[in-house]
């Protein structure tokens, strides 16, 4: 899939700066997510990656630079405004709460009530629309090995919870879906079913920024790959432009990019 | 032995099939793998107010044959009531704690003070009763909100910075109360109100304290909020993994304090129902409510972890330990192996919450 660069990017930062004392963890980065394509965001360990998809999802306030969503400069002082506006987050250690059911947990921060003096007055929950609106986007996504939505996260498998965490972002998401680390903590084959679901909602229209050590796994989904280095963008290439070596070559510090040439 | 086992493994069976097939066809789906006691621990763990419901049931069973007609007595039944209303009370304010990982000892202190508070306004300075009870409920949520302000601002564990605020709170109520008891005929003439909670209808030979009816509408009250309300799912989220809620956007801190608050109004009303119950107001009452009030919550399978149990189970908690006590009392079994059956009951509670949890890890 190409990817059009020269639509205005969905999601962008410029000169992001974030500081903790005399550590500078995002060093004037720069970053740009374009429609429907999965970037991918890579970098060693320290290099401020997770402070730049932090700031990107709300969960950290930069102290310079700015971040325009479809062109437009936005500010989110937390995760619920950046979700607010579209940003959809999945992260690493789930984010789902084990003992709650799958419904639950796909409307948690934004439960439906029930129309009418039910909900506004009684302020009742409509279980029955959740878990209808839950099953269909479940079995939209291929997830129908799930069969009972009422079933406590915990009873589901680790690649079964991340596509609840999934489903969830897809429910919601409008704008964008970042995903940190979303194979991770998987097994060959549930890495596989995620890997297919991630290409899913990117099919389905949702850009998706995706954060991964997984090198295989990054060249085999990602459109284009952002490498971080040193707390800002190294460079930007794409599965096709370079091997697997080169990137980890320039996430090391062991081969320059000249930005301006290889935009292109 | 062996027939006595599987003849009781068959029950059990049988009684999970029974519920099952009421439940609706989508409990039938979950993987029927596994032998019959995995399925068992699963459906315990699927209905955290089973297990209790279970262990009260064969209580009752068990004292109506010891004892005989007598504990089964619609009077004798009623009395249990009256003797679990005010664990009853207390206990809805420990689960909602509770659920959220948190636990309060100040419980018992928010409530002896509140009745005191109450007592005083309405007596002492002859203010409206009603109004008294009000500033009494306030009492209640203020000091819920200082243990709730502690916990989510000043990031005190909940055991810790409540074990502080039960000895502050109880040392306002000696002082404020100046270790007086308000007597109950003055309270029956200057502020009935006050006492009104401990009224009795007849029915069937049952006595039913309008204590007993407002804890029993508490309950249907609070189980409301925890199932069919975003609050009440933000509740339990918050206690079950409270990173994970944070990231779901709710403001964890809000729905803690909210509890705290809650708790607070809930322990005022137990205050009420206290003055209902004993007539007067006394500082030194209600001395065991706390620790009385999480064993009712234990036993009634609320997970000291947060996150897990049902409002109904502390319900039926206070009433396994009201039927014990009671049925022990009528067999003319001495006090002190009461308390030696209540200890046993919240270790075996606490030991079957283990075995029930790990039906799914």
């Known amino acids: ?264 | 032995m062996s027939s006595t086992n599987s003849q009781s493994a068959n029950d059990k069976v049988a009684e999970h099939d029974k519920v099952a097939d009421q439940a609706g066809t989508y409990v039938a789906q979950f993987e029927s793998k596994g032998s019959l006691v995995h399925r068992f621990q699963k459906f315990l763990h699927q209905y955290p107010v089973a297990a209790p419901l279970i262990v009260l049931i064969l209580a009752i069973f068990g004292f109506s044959l010891i004892v005989g007609d007598r504990f089964l007595h619609p009077f004798n039944l009623s009395l249990v009531l009256q003797q679990v209303t005010i664990i009853g009370v207390i206990g809805i304010a420990q689960t909602l704690i509770i659920l959220t990982a948190g636990i309060d000892l100040s419980v018992g202190a928010i409530m002896v003070l509140s009745s005191v508070v109450m007592g005083r306004m309405a007596i002492d300075y002859g203010i409206d009763p009603s109004l008294a009870l009000l500033i009494g409920l306030a009492t209640g949520a203020i000091t819920g909100f200082i243990n709730g302000t502690l916990i989510t601002r000043l990031k005190l564990p909940p055991f810790i910075a409540t074990l502080g605020s039960w000895n502050v709170f109880f040392a306002l109520n000696l002082w404020y109360s100046k270790s007086e008891t308000i007597r109950s005929q003055e309270i029956a003439a200057n502020a009935p109100l006050l006492q009104w909670l401990g009224e009795t209808i007849n029915l069937f030979g049952a006595r039913l304290t309008y204590g007993s009816i407002l804890m029993l509408l508490l309950f249907v009250v609070i189980w409301y909020a925890l199932n069919w309300t975003a609050w009440g799912r933000h509740v339990y989220a918050t206690g079950d993994d409270p990173a994970a809620a944070k990231l779901a956007g709710i403001r964890t801190d809000r729905v803690l304090l909210s509890v705290y608050v809650l708790a607070g109004v809930i322990c005022a009303v137990g205050a009420w129902v206290l003055i209902g119950r004993i007539g007067s107001v006394s500082p030194q009452a209600g001395y065991t409510t706390n620790l009385d009030s999480i064993t009712a919550v234990v036993i009634g399978g609320c997970s000291l972890f947060g996150g897990r149990g049902s409002i109904f189970g502390t319900l039926v908690g206070a009433l396994i330990v009201g039927v014990f006590r009671n049925g022990l009392a009528l067999a003319g079994v001495d006090v002190l192996w009461q308390e030696f059956t209540v200890g046993i009951l919240i270790i075996v509670a606490v030991g079957a919450d283990q075995w029930i949890r790990k039906g799914t890890a």
Request: charged residues 25%; neutral net charge.
């Open chain 1, 1 to 264: 899939m190409s990817v059009d660069m020269t639509q205005t990017p969905v999601l962008q930062a410029k000169r992001l700066v974030k500081r903790y004392g005399s550590v500078t963890a995002i060093d004037h980065a720069e970053f740009e997510l374009y429609p429907g394509e999965i970037l991918a965001v890579i970098g060693d360990n320290g290099a401020g990656k997770s402070s730049l998809i932090k700031a990107l999802s709300g969960a950290l306030v930069p102290d310079e630079g700015e971040i325009l969503l479809d062109g437009k400069p936005v500010s989110f002082q937390s995760p619920m405004e950046a979700r607010e506006l579209g940003i959809e987050t999945v992260y690493q250690n789930l984010a789902v709460a084990p003992a709650l059911n799958i419904a639950d947990n796909l409307f948690l921060g934004r439960e439906l009530r029930k129309p009418g003096i039910l909900g506004s007055v009684f302020r009742m929950l409509d279980k029955k629309a959740m878990e209808e609106r839950a099953r269909a986007k479940m079995q939209e996504l291929g997830l129908l090995t799930i069969q009972n939505i009422n079933q406590a996260v915990e009873s589901l498998s680790g690649g079964q919870r991340q596509g609840v965490a999934v489903a969830r972002s897809a429910l919601f998401g409008s704008k964008v879906v970042i995903m940190d680390e979303p194979t991770a903590a998987l097994g060959v084959k549930e890495s596989r079913r995620v890997l297919n679901l991630i290409k899913e909602v990117r099919d389905r229209g949702l850009p998706i920024v995706l954060i991964s050590h997984n090198m295989p796994h990054v060249f085999e989904v990602a459109d284009r790959i952002h490498i971080h280095r040193l707390g800002k963008r190294a460079a930007v290439v794409t599965p096709q432009s370079h091997s697997m070596s080169d990137a980890v070559a320039i996430m090391t510090g062991a081969m320059e990019v000249d930005e301006s040439t290889e935009a292109a």
